[in-house]
Each structure stands twice: as C-alpha cells, then as structure tokens.
C-alpha cells in the first residue's frame, strides 16, 4: 500500500483527508503512483501533472524521504521505504501567491 | 414571486446571492472552492438550476465545476471517484486540447508574444463560459490561449471549434495585460448558426455555421496602439454586449472607445459621445430598453481606477453618444477599484436591475434600471465576474 499526502486544495477537489492509500502494480515510481492516483480519484486528472506532456506542474513539488524527487524521472524507482508504505510520497504545492 | 440569483466570481472562490423580487435582502452562500479563482459562472437559460463554473488556479490548473441545483452542491463532471481500481476512467472536464488532428482541426500555429516574438499556443485557464440557448448539456468555453471550445455532455469532455484559430490571422493575436483570453462568447437566439466571440488582443469574430468558419468583424475599429489602426486583426476588445431582441445591434467596450454595430459587427462606429473616458471593460445592455446601455469608465493606461475617485455607471438611453452619470448609493470619493470585463449583468424583472462587482469586492446592484445603488454584499475578494438569473 502506497501512501500518498495531497496538499490541501486537492483534499478538498477530491474529498479526501491529508492522505490517501493507493495499490500500485508493479514498479513503483512517480508515474506508477501518480497513474494510480488519477485512476482513483479522476478529478486530480490534469492537477498535478499536464495532460498532455504529464510534466509536472511547476508549482508543485514531489518529496520523500526528507529529499526532493521532483526531478528524478519518472519511471525511477521511488525509495523503498514509499514501496513498502513506511513513509509517503508527498505533493507538495509552492508557498507562494496572495 | 419571482426570485434573482446573482453568481459571483471572485479570486479567492465563488459566491451565490439570492433574493426575492423585492431585492432588498439578500442571502450569500460561499466561499465555495475557497482559495481558487472563479473567473466565471454562468447558469443553463434552459435549466436556470444547471450551473458551470471555472475554477482555475496557477498552481493545479483548471477545473470545471457543475451544480444541478442552483449552486447549493457542486461536482467535478465525470469526476467521480471511480468504484473499483481498473475501472474505465470517465472523460477529463478539465482537458483542453487544441484540435490540431489532420480529420478535424487546424495546424497549432504562433501568436504574437508581448515582445513581438512568437509563441505556440499553450491552454492556461478558462475565461468565460456560456451555457446553450436550447440544451442544458450543451455549453461553450472561450479560453486563454484564445479559443472556442464547446461540450455537449454537460462540461465532461470538450472538443475545440477549430476554425476560429485556424482562421489564418493567429500570428497577429497578441496578449492583452490579462493574456491571450476569449472572455465574450454571444449567442444569437434567432439563428441558432451565428456565434460572436471576442479576443484580447485580435478582436471581434462572428460565425454564421456554427463555428465551422468566422469572419473578423472590425471595421471601423480605430487603435492606436498597433501599427495600423485600422487594421482588421490586433483590436483590444474589452467586452462585448447585444439585447436579444435585436441580436444584430451590437455594443462593445474596447481598451478605448465604446462602439456600436447595427449590421451584425460588419461595421461600428463610435458612440463615446459625453463619457468622461472612454476606456473601460464592463458594457450591457437594459433587459427591455435594447436602446439603453451601461458602461463604466476607468481611468487608463496606468491606473485602472474610476476618474477622480468616483465611481459612476454612466447610462444611455440612446444607445450610446449621450451619457448620463449614475452616481446615488455609489461612493464618490476616494474610491479606486475596478470594474472587470464579466463583472456586470441584468435582472430582467419589470423594474430591469443592475449589477456589477468590484476588485474591491463590493457587489452593487440597482433595482430601478440604475437611478438608484446598493452593496448587496461588500468585502468579497475581488470580483472577477457577475451573473445574474431571474428565476420564476
């Protein structure tokens, strides 16, 4: 079980507490987790990465594990501690904006 | 007795404010979508209760938001959780594509950036949308970068009319201070083919098919803040307004000049007439005087605020050239907001009421056709666009 933190406007657009749990198949990466984040709740569907290029929006960030990942590509394995569920993948929105 | 539903968008979420016929209490329902930008809600004139609302944000992008029932609760179309994992996933509300396929659409060309240069055309927001005269499952998007999208499964999946960027004159549609935005969409409710839509900065565009083709409509258009004046692409329109008796008669609000069409926009000529300035963004018209107008003049280029701290709804009752200030119940001193394209609207009850809302987050509204103006609500965020329906 991956777990997943949504920063707060996209709590509230999906109707869901600060965390999520999502059942990825196979590898898990940032596409993996994302793809099955969208395919559960389908109103994150172009929040969080472009829906035609999937690059990530530039005012977020993806963390883990205390680093920033939002660079790593996305097929990359996610740190094992995310696989097995011990710690989240954070989406993080930028601090910014009045 | 008949009830008026006022649908504000402001930067910060949307706000609905209900009343009976008399309009002099007024409940407000909101923020809904607290912290997001409301650029525009519009109601179904079919199903006055079927709502679509744009919901945007520079950090998560675009959302499209319907309520079926007046506002109260609102949904993400066919963004419902899915009940299983491996279900089919339903269509993306908020995928907007420019149609560049070879069956159907137009090659994505360039527009001119600030600098002259060109850039591609990228999606950023939703700017205005306009529910169908006849379907309620039917409602068109003008959008930034400028172009006309349309949906016919109640805002689940929208599909480009790509003639309008295909056009040919995309390489000249530059900016305005706001981007590259398609804010007016009007349709003709006595031909169902015939679409006018507006572009800052391009201009006005008019279809007679149903958006296969359109033809710029420009002129007599005079700027002077492109090469050629007079030229038929380049024009900053602010707004656009037509009463739907008269669906050839146009008014329009451009960065300056107030102008007006009677042939359908093959032509306008320029009715400033006596207005203090002729800039400005907002401009409607009376819901039962086609010949009655307002406008709300604003100081420009650089300070965006009513002339001498004053704000004033000037009124004519000729269809343009000769103006009369409204000033009772407004503030009249030391009063500097704007007044955005979308953020005025009519009632059309017997006595028409005006509305229009503030960047300082006041809603006024007039009950007597303008003589005479109140906050229906004040200290709203602020408003980006205002909407109003007359409900049975």
Redesign the interface.
Known sequence: MIRVILPQHLRTLARVGSEVELEVEGRVTQRSVLDALEARYPMLRGTIRDHVTQQRRPFLRFFACEEDLSHEPPDAPLPDSVASGAEPFLIIGAIAGG | MSKVRVLVGTRKGAFVLESDGKREKWDVSGPH?A??ELYHIKGSPVDPNRLYASHT???????IQRSNDGGKTWE?P?????PE???M??P?S??F?YDSSSETGKPLTTHQWYDGTQKPWVFKRVWHLEPSLTDPDTVYAGVEDAALFRSTDGGKSWHELPGLRGHGTGPKWQPGAGGMCLHTIILDPSNPGRIYIAISAAGAFRTDDGGKTWKPINQGLRSQYIPDPTAEIGHCVHHVAMHPSRPGVLFMQKHWDVMRSDDAGDSWHEVSGNLPTDFGFVIDVHAHEPETIYVVPIKSDGEHFPPEGKLRVYRSRTGGNEWEALTKGLPQSNCYVNVLRDAMAVDSLDSCGIYFGTTGGQVYASKDAGDNWAPIVRDLPAVLSVEVQTLP
Request: hydrophobic letters at 30%; glycine letters at 24%; charged letters at 10%.
């Open positions: 979508f912290g997001w944000s520079g950090w998560y992008g675009q959302i993400t066919g963004g419902e959780k899915t994992p491996g279900a996933p339903p993306a908020n995928k594509v």
